[in-house]
């Protein structure tokens, strides 16, 4: 079934829209909520929370990449949920991993004022992929919003994995120097 198919349901309200969304994207998704959890309970329950907050959204949101929005729907509740796991117990693995990473580039968010910038900032950074090379942006995009770890990366783009940590590093540099640049970071 064509996005447009679906997107359509949705706003029927058919619930046959979330058994088509399942069927055409819940690997997709599965392997998006399972690279940032890493736990078969979690993973389905953030799958039936995407599916949940999708009902939600649509309508009166009409998405252009359907794919995209569901990613980012999934992504955002496998972060909260592994939040909120963490805050339970400190856990080690991939996501505590990249977190450290974009530690030394990504600003605090525990203000006000930082989260009333947060829109500004996803802006700047969807900016700076964007102005990428290709290989790069998929690079950078694999690690921070795939999350997946280096190992797949390497092997998904046929590099060591000295060379995709080294390429990693330079990239979060650079996405340093813009936020300096445009006054979210202190030199």
């Known amino acids: ?74 992504r955002e509740l496998a972060f909260d949920k592994y939040r ?24 605090a968010s525990n203000g006000v004022e930082q989260s009333i910038l947060g829109q500004e900032l996803e802006n700047i950074i969807a900016d700076y992929v964007r102005s990428l090379p290709e290989r790069e942006a998929f690079i950078f995009l694999s690690r921070y919003f795939y999350a997946d770890d280096i190992t797949a990366i390497s092997k998904k783009y046929g590099i060591s994995k000295n060379n995709v940590s080294v390429t990693l590093s330079r990239l979060r540099a650079k996405l340093r120097t813009r936020l300096v640049k445009e006054g979210y970071l202190a030199s």
């Open 1 to 74: 079934m064509k996005d447009e198919e679906i997107i359509e349901l949705y706003f029927k309200r058919n619930e046959r829209a979330i058994e088509e969304t399942d069927v055409k994207y819940g690997n997709y998704l599965e392997s998006i909520a399972n690279n940032i959890l890493n736990d078969d309970l979690d993973v389905e329950e953030c799958l039936n929370d995407t599916y949940l907050k999708t009902w939600d959204k649509i309508p009166p949101t009409r998405p252009k990449v359907f794919k995209a929005f569901l990613a980012k729907i999934a």
């Open 84 to 107: 909120a796991s963490r805050s339970k117990k400190r856990g080690n693995g991939t996501m505590h991993e990249i977190l450290d990473e974009l530690e030394e580039c990504i600003p």
